[in-house]
Every structure is written in structure tokens, then in C-alpha cells.
């Protein structure tokens, strides 16, 4: 496991990556949209996935666009380790409280994360017409889309995603999720040995 500080646009990161199999679980926004990095370390750690998180220990929290994540050394190393990406990021959808939007470009990756969600008291919707347009995760420069198989992006609510409606450290995300993650990213670890 590796921690090192990258600077994006004036923004100072703490990443911490962890080469692992050929899924990786990818946190771009651990400082703003809570319990993601937490998820995806827990999901990385017991499956054997490649891991990156991005969190903001300092200052006040900001929101880039995943578009413009790209140009740092441990992305750029996550990008080159990892065939199929799983990347997590938090929505707040006053009208959704209880949905996760699963897009981003690997859709056959998408439905299996979403059938492995389908038994937490989450509705997971993978139809991109009924995905909001800026929660696709189709843009070819989104990370998730970069790695050679592309990937699936989980637009997680905030009960999705953490166990406290504040802010707390660390985030606790809920037990029904995590066990719906493991077994979808376990479901594409077996997978992605024979690829797509």
C-alpha cells in the first residue's frame, strides 16, 4: 500500500493505492462524498482488488469533476495495473434517497453489480435513460472508463454509503451494501479471468 500527496487544480489529495487483482475499486471523491474511499478500501481489502481512494485531509472540501482526476502519477498507475474498474461516488438526489445509479461504459459489469445490490433495501437502476445525465459515467475521459475494459460507476445515496447521516471520521458504510459489493466485485473477479 502506497500514500502519497498530488495536487489537482490547487487541491491537495491524499491517495492511497494498493495494487491488487485485476478489478479495481476506485474512490475519487473520499473527501466530499462520505463513506466512498471507506467502501471501497473494506470491498478492496476482502476481495484481493486493486484499490485507490482520494480524500482531503486538509483544508475545505472540493468537488472536481472526474473528468479532470487524470493527470496524477497514482491514477495514472491504478489505470495501468487494473483491467475493469468499479468507481464510487455519492449522490444526493433528495427525489432518490433510496436508489443507486449503476452506470459508467462496461454495462454487462453494471448488471452484475447491480443483481448483487438488488437484496439491500436499495433500488439499483441500470437503464441509462432513467440515470440522470450527469451520473452516467459515460464521458470517455472519466477514469472509469480508462481502464481496458472500462468499467461501471455507483452513484451510492447517503444511506448507501455511511451509517451517520453527518459528516463523521471514519464513515461506516452500511453492512447490507458492503456484502452486496463483495459479492458483485468477486462475481467480476472470476469473470474478468476470462475477460469480456
Do not use: K
Not at 37 to 48: F, I, S
Not at 82 to 109: E, F
Amino acid at each position: 500500500m502506497r500514500t502519497e500527496r498530488v495536487t489537482i487544480e490547487g487541491v491537495e489529495f491524499l491517495t492511497t493505492l494498493s495494487p491488487g487483482g485485476p478489478v479495481g475499486l476506485l474512490a475519487l471523491h473520499g473527501g466530499v462524498e462520505g463513506g466512498t474511499a471507506e467502501l471501497a478500501a473494506e470491498v478492496a481489502a476482502r476481495t484481493g482488488a486493486t484499490l485507490l481512494t482520494f480524500t482531503q485531509p486538509d483544508g475545505p472540501p472540493a468537488h472536481i469533476p472526474s473528468t479532470r482526476m487524470s493527470p496524477c502519477a497514482p491514477l495514472a498507475a491504478f489505470l495501468a495495473h487494473a483491467t475493469l474498474t468499479v468507481s464510487l461516488h455519492g449522490h444526493n438526489r433528495r427525489a432518490a434517497p433510496r436508489t443507486i445509479y449503476v452506470g459508467g461504459s462496461n454495462r454487462p459489469a453494471a448488471r452484475v453489480l447491480a443483481t448483487a445490490l438488488a437484496d439491500t433495501p436499495f433500488t439499483p437502476v441500470t437503464t441509462l435513460s432513467d440515470i440522470p445525465h450527469p451520473l452516467r459515467g459515460l464521458h470517455p475521459d472519466n477514469p472509469v472508463n480508462l481502464t481496458s475494459d472500462g468499467g461501471a460507476q455507483l452513484e451510492l445515496p447517503v444511506r448507501a454509503r455511511t451509517t451517520h447521516p453527518a459528516p463523521t471520521d471514519p464513515e461506516v458504510p452500511p453492512q447490507s451494501v458492503v456484502d452486496g459489493l463483495l459479492a458483485g466485485v468477486r462475481r467480476l473477479m472470476e469473470r474478468e479471468g476470462g475477460r469480456w
